[in-house]
């Protein structure tokens, strides 16, 4: 977690009230986010959590500016996002290796069509290849990865770009959960080493307290903030492992809190299914 | 449980009766199969054919006036080839297709990779190509032998509208189906649009394309047999057409012969390129 200092200065990223509002066919519309606002500060990992379909992706989305928002506007760095860029990389949930691309092709692509030499993107690569632990498979193509291999060149290939900020969303989601908890001890001591700023979409409350300095929950219909919360119990540090953050003081709580919030969720879903008939 | 519990199971295990490796069998649902094996049955398939042929004419069950047996069909082949400049005719068939064939890909893969790209080209072309897919290709064979008379022309042009509508409908399909997100993971890596085109959406839909090609040559081979059948008095289509006139089957059938095995040749090339050029496909998507 970044020393308190930080968190008064300006934030790495600042969301203001931003809404996304989709026409359906047949002309209706809908608000599939409304007027959210947070701020992410330098260094810190922040998670969105929600309920499926409260517009977690949507907010993330048009952070990497792949969205246009229909109201608000987002800041990075006090500069207005408009549009992708290379300071906002993002890993999908679903496996996005380039198939024809060795490892080390992959991991080099971003810094090669920005014009970074040969030699500088060699190095630079190999240093993030090694980060993932994968140095013996760096002229391997993807297709002889396993599936977190693969996402784990994908994080690699984001970050030897030089992001400002880091933006996934739900990247372990399709992976079992033993490779899940390796990626998340592995994405703290990325973070922990490379000091990147990071925004996490995720709907698994673990995931998000074990990773998250900061957690947006977001509720749906329309999709919004409903609570900012800082994992203050970490007290200033972050877990390298799930077995330290079960027993840490406070863990219970959070977890029985934002358990509590996705259960009233859901509770809420059913009422306003009840009233539509 | 300790650990001496489990060696013990294991060495039970390696003991055990049925640790052999499970038997190799002829029938398993999209199992690969030894090279050797898909080698020997493809042969075999041709043996048998042959064989059964050869047999139905020695005993008479084939009227062999217009079913002559395989081994004169290959005499007639061989001389054909020797004394009537047989190679001069199969050559310009080759040629006429090959060079009407690289003309049509020439204007459809990148038309092709364009409409699957850009939606505007998509609105543009798609009506137009669409249109022409479903007016079949011989129908035009009139008018091309009043625009080309019956020169080259008119043969490379009924080869080309035969195959390039349907080639540039499926490269832009493969080309639709280049995922999103591999786009996206781009342009969020810094690309511009020019940049994905040449990086991303060209290799990923590559090996599709050569895959389209290797289909639509076999399509084009059709159109061939058709012009030249039509009007030529060249190629390996004019020469069965004047078997037919002399009441030759066996030049039919030694030039039906021809062009199964340059075809087949063709598709060993368009394999060979696949695998060469394109290493990283994982083996079960081939
Ligand atoms: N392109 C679109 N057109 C219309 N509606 C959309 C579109 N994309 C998203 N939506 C709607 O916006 C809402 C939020 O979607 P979003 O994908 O952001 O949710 P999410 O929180 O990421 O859900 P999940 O956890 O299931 O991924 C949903 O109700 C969805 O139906
Ligand atoms: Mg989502």
Known sequence: MPPKSFQAASPKLAVRGVGKRYRLNGGKTIDAVHDVSFDVMEGEICALLGPSGCGKSTVLRMVAGLEDPSSGAMFLDNAQIDGPHKSRGMVFQRYTSFDWMTVQKNVEYGMKINGVSKADRGAQADHFIQMIQLSKFKNAYPCQLSGGMQQRVAIARTLANGPSILLMDEPFGALDAETKWQMQELMISIVETSKVTVLIVTHDIEEAIFLADRIIFMSRHPGTVRENMVTEFKDGRRFSSHEEMIEAKGFHEIEKKIMHMMRDEMRNDREEALQEC | ?286
């Open chain 2, 1 to 286: 449980m300790g650990a001496g519990q489990r060696v013990v199971e294991r060495e039970e295990l390696a003991q055990a009766p049925n640790t052999k490796p499970r038997r190799q069998r002829w029938f398993e649902y999209q199992k690969p199969i030894p090279v050797v094996w898909s080698l020997l049955l493809g042969i075999s398939v041709w043996v048998l054919f042959f064989g059964m042929w050869e047999l139905a004419a020695a005993r008479g069950w084939i009227d062999t006036l217009f079913m002559p047996p395989p081994h004169q069909v290959l005499a007639t082949l061989y001389t054909m080839i020797a004394e009537r400049g047989f190679l001069s005719d199969i050559g310009i068939s080759i040629y006429r297709i090959l060079l009407s064939f690289a003309m049509a890909c020439a204007i459809a893969i990148p038309l092709g990779v364009l409409m699957g790209s850009f939606r505007t080209v998509d609105a543009f072309f798609n009506p137009f190509v669409s249109a022409w897919r479903y007016l079949p290709a011989p129908a035009f064979i009139p008018l091309l032998l009043m625009w080309f008379g019956v020169g080259e022309g008119s043969k490379l042009a009924l080869l080309f509208i035969g195959v390039i509508f349907f080639l540039i409908t499926l490269i832009m399909d493969h080309t639709r189906a280049v995922r999103a997100e591999l786009i996206e993971t781009a342009m969020t890596l810094g690309a511009n649009r020019w940049q994905i085109l040449s990086t991303i959406v060209l290799p990923a839909v590559a090996p599709k394309i050569l895959v389209s090609m290797r289909q639509m040559l076999a399509v084009s081979w059709t159109y061939l047999v058709i012009a030249e059948i039509v009007a030529a008095t060249t190629g390996i289509g004019a020469v069965m057409m004047r078997g037919q006139r002399f009441l030759k089957v066996d030049e039919i059938m030694a030039g039906i012969l021809v062009i199964g095995m340059v075809g087949l040749f063709f598709d060993f090339l368009f394999r060979l390129a696949y695998r060469v050029l394109f290493p990283f496909v994982a083996n079960g998507q081939r």
